[in-house]
């Protein structure tokens, strides 16, 4: 069995919040491939390989990619030069970064977070 690499041992990792401009409503699996083939054409293979970028959380427009914190603004710009997706335009604005993706969704999605303890007492 493999043991788990202790938290100073691993990669660092940054979460950036972006919104999607585009005429059509796009799926998850949309973004996905928008943003590795962004990244791939920006960056290349190496550095795809090197930032690691993810989809953690994808609601149309607002989606938050999660990459190692040294690569954040390759990441960003090769988010920010996608200006054509099936020939229709489209604009991805970066909103920001964050450690957490927690704070991502507060800061830069306002998204509300929810309570462990008000989970606990729904469940009962």
Excluded: H
Excluded at 15 to 29: N, P, R, V, W
Excluded at 67 to 75: K, P
Excluded at 87 to 114: E, Q, Y
Aim: charged share 30%; hydrophobic share 40%.
């Amino acid at each position: 069995m493999l043991k788990t690499l202790p938290p100073t041992l691993r990669e660092k990792k940054r979460y950036i919040a972006f919104k999607i401009i585009y005429e059509e409503e796009l799926s998850e699996g949309e973004v996905v491939n928008l943003i590795r083939k962004a990244v791939l054409e920006y960056y290349g293979q190496w550095g795809t390989s090197k930032s690691n970028p993810w989809l953690v959380f994808y609601k149309y427009p607002y989606g938050i990619v999660r990459c190692q914190r040294d690569n954040v603004d390759f990441v960003k710009t090769s988010l920010i030069l996608v200006n054509k997706y099936k020939d229709k335009p489209i604009n991805i604005i970066c909103l920001g970064v964050s450690g957490t993706i927690r704070k991502a969704k507060i800061k830069f999605l306002k998204i509300k977070p929810v309570r462990w303890f008000i989970l606990k007492r729904l469940k009962k």
